[in-house]
C-alpha cells in the first residue's frame, strides 16, 4: 500500500518539475522577435538597430541560464 502512495507521490514530484522546467524554457513573448529583415542587417553590416535599449541584466540572466542547463560533456581523444 505504501509503495503505490509513495509510487503516486513521485510521479506528482516528477509532473510538477518538468511543468516548471517546461515553462522556464517558453521564450518571453515581451522579447522583441527577430525577423528576416533584422537578419539580413546583421549580415551586412554586422549590427542590427533596435527601438528599445537592450536589458542587459536579462542578457546576461539568460547567458548565465544557458550556461548552467547546457550539458557539455569532454571531447573524445582519438
Known amino acids: 500500500m505504501y509503495f503505490f502512495i509513495s ?4 510521479v506528482l514530484i516528477a509532473g510538477v518539475l518538468y511543468r ?14 527577430l525577423t528576416d529583415d533584422m ?9 542590427i538597430e533596435v ?9 546576461q540572466d539568460e547567458e548565465t541560464r544557458f550556461w548552467n542547463e547546457a550539458s557539455w560533456e569532454e571531447p573524445e581523444e582519438l
Do not use: K, T
Not at 527601438?51 to 542578457?59: A, G, S, Y
Open 51 to 59: 527601438d528599445e535599449p537592450l536589458d542587459l541584466e536579462q542578457i
Open 20 to 33: 516548471a522546467r517546461w515553462l522556464r524554457r517558453m521564450p518571453d513573448p515581451a522579447a522583441p522577435a
Open 39 to 47: 537578419v539580413r542587417q546583421i549580415e551586412e553590416s554586422g549590427y
Open 7 to 10: 509510487l503516486g507521490m513521485l
